[in-house]
């Protein structure tokens, strides 16, 4: 892999670490804030109100995908990379400064309202542009490889906001974390974003991108080539189910179910994140370059199985866990399995479409999914807490993952279709294209 390529893929992950930093840091600080924005009542209640508003920025993430998906179609990776950075700034902003319900009553639930709105059209549009971005910008043979660093920076700007909470909860008293300490992250985010709007100005475009004329088809109604690409878009939406919940259930939820549910200390559950979340992102690029040897179906096979057959026992196990090794050795377990669903869904769902409609099938369909599964994960959950069944969210989480399963074992390989195919169109039908190229595996 060349020097251009690295740089593409260190600048396109940069950004991506900045976005995902801050949309976690809402879900990881939530047990701070949360009764700082309504009145004074139950505890449970409270998070699960602020968390309902969590779930509400992922309804915008395929508006998000929708729109910064056409953009990046039609003018390019780098313009959809550069505006999704823009509003994740002013949405972190916009958290920093919002009046707690004691100063401005519900106004302040309407400005966190109105900040989530905006990151959830701001990571719909930058999984689409990242996903397209790094897919493209590496060599056919090292997709995988390159695919993977989405969830390595996902999940570095996840470990940051823990690395950060556990910094101020060492160092601020827990009553000053709950009266001003959780403005902090929001604040470092949106000074982060500003200086990778610096760096992404300067980024160069894919050469798929640029040589293909993408763009001329990417002009063409947008409906017709959603309706022509069909199949495509509900297979993203439905490999993407168990995926996104396993994974949501075991890093953004898994502080607070710590804390919660097994009675552990708010230190101690994100310490144990932060442990379990840090290996989980070194093992993805060598997951990534062994589905560049054997495939992707195999990995996302072995996700699904795991993540179905285990769920029930290590959720069950966690919910005992309340000290740091045997929370520690769960949680990594978890995250090894979602390991095959997450180090390559970005190439596999990039793989399926053609050029010119790339980022808008590969945006819109997941933040659909998002939407769905992955947003609710945690109002799931709670809620089957506050019902007294929590167990009933472990069964839910193996359904979902059984539902990709059947998904998985009935879809094609694509780790050899060639990413230069455009969808060329001729009369509302799409042109022949070739299915798949082979292409040698990596020495």
Known sequence: MGREQWKKIWVGSAGNMVEWFDWFVYATFAVYFADAFFPEGNETANLMNTMGIFAVGFFMRPVGGWLLGRIGDRRGRKAALTLTVTLMSASAILIACAPTYATAGYAGVA???????????????????????????????????????????????????????????????????????????????????????????????????????????????????????????????????????????????????????????????????????????????????????????????????????????????????DTFWPAFGLALLALLVVTGYTSINACVKAE?????????????????????????????????????????????VAGCAAVSLVVYLTMRETRDIDLNRVAALDGGKRAAVPEATTITPAS
């Open 111 to 321: 400005v966190l309202m109105l900040a989530r709105l905006l990151q959830g059209l701001s990571v719909g549009g930058e999984y689409a542009a990242s996903a397209t971005y790094l897919t493209e910008a590496s060599a056919p043979e090292r997709r995988g490889f390159a695919s993977s660093f989405q969830y390595v920076s996902m999940t570095a700007g996840q470990l940051v906001g823990l690395g950060l909470q556990i910094l101020l909860q060492r160092n601020l008293s827990d009553a000053a974390l709950h009266s001003w300490g959780w403005r902090i992250p929001f604040v470092v985010g949106a000074l982060g974003a500003a200086i990778v709007f610096y760096l992404r100005r300067s980024l160069l475009e894919t050469e798929v991108y640029a040589d293909s004329g993408a763009a001329a088809d990417a002009s063409r109604g947008t409906l017709g080539l959603l309706w022509q690409h069909r199949r495509e878009a509900f297979l993203v939406m439905a490999l993407t189910m168990g995926g996104t919940v396993a994974y949501y259930t075991y890093t953004t939820y898994l502080t607070k179910f710590l804390s919660k549910s097994a009675g552990m200390d708010k230190s101690t559950a994100s310490l144990v994140s932060f442990c379990a979340l840090f290996v989980f992102m070194c093992v993805q690029p060598p997951a990534g370059m062994l589905s560049d040897r054997i495939g992707r179906r195999p990995l996302l096979i072995t996700f699904a199985v795991g993540s179905t057959f285990l769920t029930v026992p290590i959720m069950t196990l966690l919910r005992q866990a």
């Open 352 to 396: 399926l479409f053609p050029t010119g409609i790339r980022a808008l099938g590969v945006g819109l369909s997941y933040a659909l999914a998002n939407a769905l599964f992955g947003g609710t994960a945690e109002y799931v959950a709670l809620w089957f807490k506050r019902a007294g069944h929590e167990s009933g969210f472990y069964w839910y």
